[in-house]
């Protein structure tokens, strides 16, 4: 409660400051629009939908990049995890691409795969990828090596072993990964949407530029903000809350 | 269900120390009333051995010192139904063996083989209870009892029952539905026996599971064990460094050496059963092994503070 009702005040303060600079006209209304303006903006955009579609889209596009960046992400850190052939040599190399901002990838995705769906997708798995494979290869390390034995023993192999046991046991260990992973692909979708048209967020958040209406500019901000915020909390809290429950405490 | 794997083999000599009778409560049919067991090796000479272990070695190489030889030469056979005990100090590869009858690893040279054929690599037949247990924190502790026997593609139906009826004979079908770190490790102990038990193995390879327990727990768990091995009727080989426990459980005790591990002795338990551990004729035949085993364990001692010095 007292944690609550401090977080209510700190947010009424900070649009109560915000209020009073816009009354003040400091700066003018088109480059400093008051917390009403930004409302009536976000209540605009629902109106017409066009939230609503930015949303859906983005929303769309990050589910289907992360789930494969998550696939193939688990598929390479368990291999490099597993064989040291595969850490030796595909393990230097992710480590090193982990360097290049995942916006770097856009005018190779363009070139690629012209201004299209494909080229965004691209874009979110790039940005994904390399957090998911590193933290499962670090999971598949960090893991007693007990709970494979136990499984090969009661007669886990192959795939089962992988679905049934590696996965579940690695779980605690790459949990924050995972989440990481989530909040750069998040971001390089965010950024490869504002590149083209492309009817999601980002692009929206671009047409606030063209259109020279900074109140649009903030409400799709805070869009994105809360977004990524809902997801972490009902994702990934909740994964990590079952985790906790189970294991007992949190290994990681 | 199969009632037991027993009935195939001959009669061996009947012992007349067994105390407890290996009647049964298996769903209410009997075992088999021929399931009485050798108490010596080569007693029953012609019966193909469940387990045997032919001239097993293994050796594997260490960053300085060359090649280590973990297991030398190391042949013995364990008789269908018997209850076989290795002590040994530690590090003297008493795991490890465990590890190769389970087939979790392979031999250098040597082969193990059950029932005659020759083991390559896991299988249900053979369950090992793992000295740290390797309960999956992921499952209910019903489904860590279920585990295996998905693994084995058992009709739901099936598993149902059986899960239902090892838990009960481990006294935990209270806690099915708990998750294994909610239980204390006399408990989780009981788990590892119900979901090994579960799949139905024949043999069944203890890898010094009480050893963390306190004693009270330890003595309810061996007194259970004896039960639940007159019941169920399983070949088992239980590896420990507790002399007393070893005679208190076993049919028969290897004694091994330490580096390379070597059978230097069998010693076979002529006890009436149910055995109690704090009997005197348990502490008597315990002493007499024991005897033979400090040498080894002044060997060990010797090498650690050789390896110590060296440092």
Redesign the interface.
């Known amino acids: 409660m007292k944690k609550l009702s401090r977080q209510i005040i700190f947010y009424s303060a900070l649009i109560g400051v915000w209020a009073l600079l816009a009354k003040l006209h400091v700066w003018p209304p088109y480059l400093f629009p008051p917390p009403w303006g930004v409302g009536e903006a976000l209540w605009a955009g629902f109106q017409d939908h066009s939230f609503w579609i930015g949303i859906a889209v983005t929303m769309k596009r990050m589910f289907i990049g992360y789930s494969l960046s998550v696939v193939l992400g688990m598929i390479l850190g368990l291999g490099v995890g597993s064989y040291k052939f595969l850490e030796d040599t595909l393990g230097g190399l992710l480590v090193s691409l982990q360097s290049l901002p995942s916006i770097c990838w856009i005018p190779l995705a363009v070139l690629w795969f012209g201004l299209t769906e494909k080229a965004i997708l691209f874009v979110v798995l790039m940005g994904s990828l390399l957090s998911v494979t590193i933290a499962m290869e670090d999971g598949r390390k960090q893991m007693p090596k007990i709970y494979a034995l136990a499984g090969r023993n009661l007669g886990a192999k192959g795939f089962r072993l992988f679905w049934s046991v590696l996965l579940p046991a690695s779980l605690p260990f790459i949990v924050s990964g995972l989440k990481q992973g989530f909040a750069f692909g998040w971001r390089s979708l965010i950024q490869a949407e504002m590149i083209f048209l492309s009817l999601g967020l980002g692009q929206l958040l671009m047409m606030g530029r063209d259109l020279n209406d900074m109140s649009q500019v903030i409400a799709v901000m805070i869009l994105i903000i809360i977004l990524g915020f809902i997801i972490d909390g009902l994702v990934f809290r909740t994964m990590e809350r079952k985790l906790q429950e189970r294991w007992g405490l949190v290994p990681a | 269900m199969s009632t037991s794997p027993h009935n195939a083999y001959p009669a061996p000599v009947p012992p007349d120390h067994r105390g407890v009778v290996r009647g049964n409560v298996l769903r209410g049919k009997p075992v088999s009333s021929v399931a009485v067991l050798p108490m010596r090796p080569g007693t029953a000479a012609n019966v193909v051995p469940k387990v045997a272990l032919d001239g097993i070695s293994l050796s594997y190489k260490t960053n300085s010192k060359g090649r280590l030889v973990a297991l030398e030469n190391i042949s013995l056979q364990v008789q269908p139904g018997e209850f076989l005990c290795i002590v040994g100090p530690s590090g003297c590869g008493k795991s490890t063996l465990l ?1 190769l009858i ?1 087939g ?1 690893h392979q031999p250098t040279s040597g082969q193990v083989s059950v029932d005659g054929k020759v083991v390559s690599g ?3 037949d053979r ?2 209870i ?1 000295q ?8 209910t502790v019903g489904q860590n009892v279920e ?2 026997m ?3 593609n058992i009709s739901k139906a099936e598993r149902e029952e059986k899960i239902q009826y090892y838990l009960r004979l481990v006294h935990l079908s209270k806690f099915r539905d708990s ?1 294994t ?2 239980l204390s490790g006399g408990m989780r102990q009981r788990v590892a026996l119900a ?1 090994a038990l579960a ?1 139905e193995p024949d043999v069944l390879l203890m890898d010094e599971p009480f050893a963390a327990l306190d004693a009270q727990t330890r003595d309810l768990l061996h007194d259970e064990l004896e039960r639940i091995w007159a019941e169920t009727g399983r070949t088992i080989i239980f590896v420990t460094h507790n002399v007393r426990e070893a005679v208190r459980l076993g049919d028969r005790v290897a004694l091994m050496t330490f580096r390379p591990g070597r059978v230097k002795q069998e010693f076979p338990i002529h006890l009436p059963r149910p055995r109690h551990i704090e009997e005197t004729d348990v502490a008597r035949t315990a002493r007499e092994i024991l005897d033979c085993l400090r040498e080894e364990i002044n060997k060990s001692l010797e090498v650690e503070y050789a390896d110590e010095k060296a440092k």
């Open positions: 590890h389970a979790l896991p299988g249900t369950i090992l793992f740290e247990l390797g309960l999956f924190p992921w499952l585990f295996g998905k693994m084995k998750f770190h909610q979901r799949t």
